[in-house]
T-cell receptor, first 112, second 115 residues
Framework: QQQVKQSPQSLIVQKGGISIINCAYENTAFDYFPWYQQFPGKGPALLIAIRPDVSEKKEGRFTISFNKSAKQFSLHIMDSQPGDSATYFC???????????FGTGTQLKVEL | NAGVMQNPRHLVRRRGQEARLRCSPM?????VYWYRQLPEEGLKFMVYLQKENIIDESGMPKERFSAEFPKEGPSILRIQQVVRGDSAAYFC?????????????FGAGTRLSVL
């Protein structure tokens, strides 16, 4: 099965700091890379997504950096806030977003 | 506009019983996806359905699991003769596929516990 490897498994960041989560994929046919945010007891919610024809996408405090040659992409959360404390999943898919292949998740805790 | 609705939120079954999980997609969405999340793991794709059709079931276990999305009513994920290893959170997502984004919107999930 084509995998998406995600790191770190958990992350603690001080309020105002930068949170960085990394993912690497194997399937070169992936053409859509979303990041999902999940709070305890809730379903995942789309945070931001990128296609491989761009190297960076920014939406507010959230930025995806994409390196096609290295088959890696990362999520940067600027000015991290306690409300950002959640589990973050990266994913990849083909064909305009059919089945999503998820990473194993990163538990982010933002401390005051 | 209500989001993706899943019920029940929690389901307890004894080994050997049947579990039926329901998913009503967002209004206007005709594509449904089921994922399973084991504790401390990411979501694993199970099946992708359109109205009355199974498009991709490559993630479904070969036995005991089935899914449907009838012309009328919610999508159903059925697990027959449940075993303890079926205990997990099952998430449904829906989309429109009207553009290249094909954003999948997730429900809150059904947490299945097998005793």
């Amino acid at each position: 099965q084509q995998q998406v490897k995600q790191s770190p498994q958990s992350l603690i960041v001080q309020k105002g700091g930068i949170s960085i989560i990394n993912c690497a994929y194997e399937n070169t046919a992936f053409d859509y890379f979303p990041w999902y945010q999940q709070f305890p007891g809730k379903g995942p919610a789309l945070l931001i997504a990128i296609r491989p024809d761009v190297s960076e996408k920014k939406e507010g405090r959230f930025t995806i950096s994409f390196n096609k040659s290295a088959k890696q992409f990362s999520l940067h959360i600027m000015d991290s806030q306690p409300g950002d404390s959640a589990t973050y999943f990266c994913a990849g898919s083909t064909g305009g977003g059919n089945k999503l292949t998820f990473g194993t998740g990163t538990q982010l805790k933002v401390e005051l | 506009n209500a989001g993706v609705m899943q019920n029940p939120r929690h389901l307890v079954r004894r080994r050997g019983q049947e579990a039926r999980l329901r998913c009503s997609p967002m209004k206007g969405h005709s594509h449904v996806y089921w994922y399973r999340q084991l504790p401390e793991e990411g979501l694993k794709f199970m099946v992708y359905l359109q109205k009355e059709n199974i498009i991709d079931e490559s993630g479904m276990p070969k036995e005991r699991f089935s899914a449907e999305f009838p012309k009328e009513g919610p999508s159903i994920l059925r697990i027959q003769q449940v075993v303890r290893g079926d205990s997990a959170a099952y998430f449904c997502a829906s989309s429109t596929r009207r553009d290249r984004k094909n954003i999948q919107y997730f429900g809150a999930g059904t947490r299945l516990s097998v005793l």
